[in-house]
């Protein structure tokens, strides 16, 4: 078991209104085919130590390693370009380009990869769609899916290019019971295929169910153990 | 980058907003054929206004002036003594161009000269029963004339050929012809400052739409004038010459000069007035162009930057699936050259249109202005120019906002 990701001493501050420290020397590391949910009460920091980690944030202190590469003072271009390979990322409230169709919104990143002809990333996008239960919308425009649906798509999105690390923002937080543990079931599987899975979560139920739970408070980590049913692997 | 696919999203962008796009390219089309429109206008108007001036003033006129400046001869064997000289009359000398015919024909065999034609110009007193009206009477080789002024093309009345047929014809200007209330077959008295009369026919009227020719001029046959001024034929006052270039008429003209040695006047010092309000009018059209492109620039850089504003959540969301700054610009860049290119074409034809209303749109000038509709110049040069600057002011106008989107962290535009 390698280390995928590893964060050293991250310090983020944000300055307005007033200046307030949200991360206070956050340093942890993630395994290869690590299940992560990382928890917290609302405003300890949980969501801004995500967006560090998916190199969406550079005003940041401290360093980011990810899968071989640092990526602390990078440009903005090779950021995207490494976010494009190796991260999927779904957000908390924002999902889909809603100018295009639910299919064309998960083949846009494997287009831009470039990795296959854009037959085989249509088939590809279409098996993704399939995965999480949303194949019957595959040609309908983004705008006029409901919030879950947007939010399952944006899933299949992020795992196009199959990603190293798979983050997500609350990425149950719009989904039923059913389609929640569909979700949750995916994201097991991958893990066991060698993909990492990062998740901030307010669902408890979900987290129980992860390999390793990192609890914060006040921009602190304040526990990271691992959840027991891991030993049995 | 890959082109194909931000190609692929400019699209479907464009097309999915097709009210936002359709704005966007009105903002372009309106500032472009407003552009148009004003300086094919202002541009016919000044082309015309200098036409109709320069075209009834020769190129080069040859003259003799007389001068009859001259000291007594007193004067001039005692300079500086009290000398008193009452009533000298001055010395009598004529206008005639000696050899006039022949350097006339020197001249034309001269390269770049459009065409040459020696005159007899008198003032004249026109007379039509109590009516006296003053004026300058032409005697002509009315072909020669023809070539000079066009006047086929300025005939209200009348033809050309028959002032050859009829010796005592007579082409008059149109507004002295209603002044003297004469039409086609009236005869007019013509009288010289020499006293000699002759009645005259009038075959013709014909308007340059410039006051001071139309109000005082006639033509009449050579001959005819050099008998009423009782001279021989070879009597010429007048050597006007019109070039091909206007411009080499200033040199050529000190040319004459010198080689024959009677007094030149070239159209530049003849219009003097006419081309200083030429200078004004131009400076004006490039001051109106000027502050209509700056307002439809600034018009094009607010729409496409609310464009580029309305699609900043896509940008961030774009940047955070991996597509990087390029891709984002390009993604604009794209649209904008769209916009700006059809939205310019629209423009340039709208702006034909105007233009062409414009120039079919009846105007009445009056006696003074020889046009029926307003004068629009329709020149290639300046539609191109609108394009040009349509496409490139959109391309700036998307360009910068877009690469500021591109720069910043999309989380920035997530969180917000």
Not at chain 1, 170 to 175: A, H, I, R, S, V
Not at chain 2, 65 to 68: A, L, Q, R, S
């Given at each position: 078991m390698s280390t995928v990701l590893s964060a050293r001493h991250l310090n983020k501050f944000f300055y307005d209104p007033d200046k307030f420290q949200v991360l206070k020397d956050v340093t942890f590391e993630v395994q290869t085919g690590e299940f992560l949910a990382i928890v917290g009460k609302s405003g300890c920091g949980k969501s801004t130590l995500l967006y560090l980690l998916s190199t969406m944030d550079t005003d940041y202190d401290g360093e980011i390693d990810m899968a071989g590469t640092t990526l602390t003072g990078r440009s903005q271009n090779f950021l995207a370009q490494f976010r494009n390979e190796h991260l999927g990322f779904v957000f908390q409230f924002h999902f889909l380009l809603?100018?295009?169709s639910a299919l064309q919104n998960v083949m846009l990143p494997g287009l831009k990869l470039g990795r296959y002809p854009e037959k085989e990333i249509e088939e590809r996008a279409m098996e993704k769609l399939r995965l999480i239960g949303m194949a019957d919308y595959a040609?309908?425009?983004?705008?006029?899916?409901?919030g879950g649906q947007q939010q399952r798509v944006a899933i299949a999105r992020a795992l196009i290019n199959d990603p190293t690390i798979i983050m997500g923002d609350?990425?149950?937080?719009?989904?039923d019971r059913a389609n929640s543990e569909n979700v949750f079931r995916i994201f097991q599987e991958l893990a066991a295929k060698g993909q990492t899975i990062i998740t901030v979560t307010h669902d408890p139920d979900f987290a129980a169910g992860t390999d390793r739970i990192i609890e914060m408070s006040d921009g602190k980590i304040i526990s990271g153990h691992e959840n027991s049913h891991r030993q049995t692997h | 980058m890959n082109i194909n696919i931000a190609a692929q999203i400019a699209r479907t962008h464009l097309l999915a907003k097709k009210r936002q796009t359709l704005v966007a390219m009105l903002g372009v089309t309106f500032g472009i054929a407003m552009f148009i429109t004003m300086i094919s206008f202002m541009q016919g108007v000044n082309q015309f206004l200098e036409d109709s001036a320069l075209d009834a003033s020769p190129h080069i006129r040859v003259y003799n002036?007389?001068?009859?400046q001259r000291p007594s001869l007193i004067d001039e064997q005692k300079p500086g003594g009290f000398n008193v000289v009452y009533h000298q009359k001055p010395k009598d000398e004529s206008a005639r161009l000696k050899n006039g015919l022949q350097i006339a024909e020197r001249i034309g065999r001269e390269a770049g000269v459009l065409g040459v034609s020696p005159q007899v110009a008198t003032q004249a007193f026109y007379n039509n029963g109590p009516i006296q009206l003053s004026g300058t009477i032409s005697g002509v080789d009315i072909d020669r004339e023809n070539r000079l002024y066009k006047l086929t093309n300025r005939l209200k009345s009348g033809s050309l050929n028959t002032l050859k047929t009829n010796p005592d014809g007579l082409i008059m200007g149109t507004v002295l012809a209603r002044k003297l209330n004469v039409r086609i077959g009236d005869k007019v008295t013509v009288t010289t400052p020499t006293g000699s009369t002759r009645i005259l026919r009038v075959v013709g009227t014909f308007g340059f739409g410039v006051g001071t020719v139309d109000n005082t001029k006639s033509y009449a046959n050579l001959a005819t004038v050099q008998e009423i001024l009782q001279r021989d034929p070879s009597y010429i006052t007048d050597i006007h010459v019109k070039m091909f270039d206007p411009l080499q008429a200033l040199p050529f003209g000190q040319k004459i000069r010198a080689v024959y040695g009677y007094y030149t006047e070239d159209w530049a010092t003849a219009n003097t007035a006419i081309l200083a309000g030429e200078k004004i009018r131009n400076m004006l059209t490039y001051v109106v162009s000027i502050t209509l492109l700056v307002v439809a620039g600034f018009g094009i850089y607010n729409i496409m930057n609310m464009t580029v504003i309305n699609k900043i959540k896509d940008i961030a969301i774009l940047k955070a699936t991996g597509f990087d700054g390029r891709d984002v610009v390009a993604i604009f860049l794209l649209q904008a050259v769209f916009i700006g290119f059809t939205g310019g074409l629209l423009g340039l034809a709208i702006g034909f249109g105007l233009s062409y209303l414009l120039s079919i749109t009846p105007f009445n000038a009056g006696?003074?202005?020889?046009?029926?509709t307003f004068p629009v110049i329709f020149d290639g040069t300046y539609y191109g120019l609108g394009l040009l600057f349509g496409v490139i002011t959109t391309v700036l106008a998307g360009y910068f906002p877009s690469r500021k989107a591109a720069q910043v962290d999309p989380v920035s535009i997530l969180r917000g």
């Open positions: 809603p100018e295009f040609r309908k425009p983004a705008s006029k899916l409901s609350e990425p149950t937080g719009n989904l | 002036e007389v001068n009859t006696d003074f202005l020889s046009i029926k």
